[in-house]
C-alpha cells in the first residue's frame, strides 16, 4: 500500500556532500518510522538513520556527518549527507516501519525502495 523511490545517488569525491531523496505514495501515517539503510558491495544491509515525528536516530557511523529529516505534508525523507568516505560507498535505502518496533532491525520494516547509489571515490 505505500511505494518508496530514491533520488540523489551520483558519484561524489572525499569530504563531499551528497543529498538524497524519498517519495512516498500511498496509505501514509505521520506515526510511521522512516529510515535509511544502505547496502556495500559484499556486506549485508546496515541502518544509517530513521526519524520518527521529531526524533532522529543515527548509526555511530554516521551520525555527526548525516542529518536525517523529513516533510510529513509531502510524504518526504531526505538525507543530508557530508564529509563523505568512500566507506560510505554503497546503495541507500528508503524504508517505512508501521510497528513502532526497533528501528535498528530490517525485519521492522514494511516497506522498502529500490535503492539509489552512492559512490564516493578515494
Known amino acids: 500500500q505505500v511505494q518508496l523511490v530514491e533520488s540523489g545517488g551520483g558519484l561524489v569525491q572525499v569530504g563531499g556532500s551528497l543529498r538524497l531523496s524519498c517519495a512516498a505514495s500511498?496509505?501514509?501515517?505521520?506515526?510511521?518510522?522512516m529510515s535509511w539503510f544502505r547496502q556495500a558491495p559484499g556486506k549485508e544491509r546496515e541502518f544509517a538513520a530513521a526519524?520518527?515525528?521529531?526524533?532522529?536516530y543515527y548509526a555511530n557511523s554516521v551520525k555527526g556527518r548525516f542529518t536525517i529529516s523529513r516533510d510529513i505534508a509531502k510524504n518526504m525523507v531526505y538525507l543530508q549527507m557530508n564529509s563523505l568516505k568512500a566507506e560510505d560507498t554503497a546503495a541507500y535505502y528508503c524504508a517505512v516501519s508501521s510497528s513502532g518496533n526497533n528501528y535498528l532491525r530490517e525485519a521492522s520494516y514494511d516497506y522498502w525502495g529500490q535503492g539509489t547509489q552512492v559512490t564516493v571515490s578515494s
Open positions: 500511498g496509505r501514509m501515517f505521520m506515526g510511521y518510522t
Open positions: 526519524i520518527r515525528w521529531s526524533d532522529t
